[in-house]
């Protein structure tokens, strides 16, 4: 006699296809997101991520991506290192900026945010995400230039105008001490303090005019508009 057992293994067919869809979606939005997402172990070594991370990274596929250790990547190892200790003391970090330096020897900014985890074994590893601030440090430091520059040339009108009160006076009197029959000695004189006066006075309208010309209508746009266009 022959023997045998039939089970029955169409609920686990559907469940396990219903888990091979979940993944799926799970992947497709994970490699959809603008910014890196990530998976690491206490040492750094890079458990899962997604394609955003490879390409912000310069690494042909996440698959290239994982082989890396994720902390080699970054250039400062005392920021890191200060970062890391946070990480460690408070169970997670927020929005800290970081230099990365690519698999390719590029230089970007990074904005990182983390959260430390334990496994069901008690194995300690940390989910964080990635986000290329590059062009957002460009633009704040333009505004801190443009700033600078703006408060430079305040300063610059506002002594130009002191300065200008007394040479106003300095040129004037000149004119009329010239105006005047003088020894050809004290001429000389005046006319050398009329003509340096005179020079001062194109320097100080060439400062007024360079000022004016630079900071010229104020139009303030905020920085995250800027940084979405």
Known sequence: ATWGISTDIT???K???????????????????????????????LLETNQTLAKMFE????????????????????RLKEINNKLLKHGFIKDEELEVVTAKGHRLWSSMSSVMKKD???HVYFDGIVEDITEKKRLEDQLRHAKKMEAVGQLATVVAHEIN???TSVIGFSELML??????QVREHVEIIYR???RAARIIEQLLSFT??????????????????
């Open 59 to 78: 690494t042909d596929s996440k698959e290239e991506l994982i082989k890396h250790n994720l902390l080699d990547f970054y250039h400062n190892k005392e």
């Open 212 to 229: 004016s010309r630079h900071q010229g209508n104020k139009h303030w746009q905020p920085l995250n508009e800027l940084v979405h266009e």
């Open 179 to 184: 105006a005047r029959e003088l020894d050809p």
């Open 196 to 198: 340096e006066g005179q």
């Open 165 to 167: 009160n007394p040479l």
């Open 15 to 45: 469940a396990e296809s219903a888990r091979l869809e979940a993944q799926q979606r799970y992947e497709e939005l994970a490699n959809n997101l603008s910014i890196g997402i990530y998976r690491r172990a206490a040492d750094g070594k």
């Open 11 to 13: 609920e686990y067919k």
């Open 120 to 122: 069901k074994n008690g």
